[in-house]
T-cell receptor, first 114, second 113 residues
């Protein structure tokens, strides 16, 4: 029930394309859904996040779509650039007495080609 | 967001020795910090939650006597890997919680020979 499923495992798009990464969860107690970008050898960087009472959120070229009834959410990257080539992780947060614990998806390796 | 540093960025140690990794919150007083482990081409796995002034809470399957966590101040948490073995070689990453967000450090690459 704590799992977050992420797909695809890898993705190649052309420069300017719109890669879409999908995630699904089971636990309806999750209350916050962030996306992280990670470059090789670096820590993850928070990209954008959404709460379950919102269906869509945009920040710059990044958009999260959230479907609460289907327990699914996705990341869209508009006008993708070679510099966006990285691994992307979705996550789901569960509030506990001692902190908000994140459960991560398995990751999507994105390559944006010229 | 919060700025987090880790030290060292990489470390090599011999099997059986202990190594300490520091995680600092540079611009934010972090009541709660987290420690993760990431193996090559895998996702992040939460090891433990660290609350300032109290004992860390470890995830199932993580040996608390092997991975000692100390969160002695609002800006510093440490992870000590005791009696390290080659299978402990991994990328260790800390994060700080700021409201709902978690901000991650740059990670520490541990290699045990």
């Amino acid at each position: 029930q704590q799992q977050v499923k992420q797909s695809p495992q890898s993705l190649i798009v052309q420069k300017g394309g719109i890669p879409i990464i999908n995630c699904a969860y089971e636990n309806t107690a999750f209350d916050y859904f962030p996306w992280y970008q990670q470059f090789p050898g670096k820590g993850p960087a928070l990209l954008i996040a959404i709460r379950p009472d919102v269906s869509e959120k945009k920040e710059g070229r990044f958009t999260i779509s959230f479907n609460k009834s289907a327990k699914q959410f996705s990341l869209h990257i508009m006008d993708s650039q070679p510099g966006d080539s990285a691994t992307y992780f979705c996550a789901a947060s569960l509030s506990t007495g001692g902190g908000n614990k994140l459960t991560f998806g398995t990751g999507t390796q994105l390559k944006v080609e010229l | 967001g919060a700025v987090v540093s880790q030290h060292p960025s990489w470390v090599i140690c011999k099997s059986g020795t202990s190594v300490k990794i520091e995680c600092r919150s540079l611009d934010f007083q972090a009541t709660t910090m987290f420690w993760y482990r990431q193996f090559p081409k895998q996702s992040l796995m939460l090891m433990a939650t660290s609350n300032e002034g109290s004992k860390a809470t470890y995830e199932q399957g993580v040996e608390k006597d092997k991975f000692l966590i100390n969160h002695a101040s609002l800006t510093l948490s440490t992870l000590t890997v005791t009696s390290a073995h080659p299978e402990d070689s991994s990328f260790y990453i800390c994060s700080v919680q700021s409201y709902y967000e978690q901000y991650f450090g740059p990670g520490t690459r541990l290699t045990v020979t």
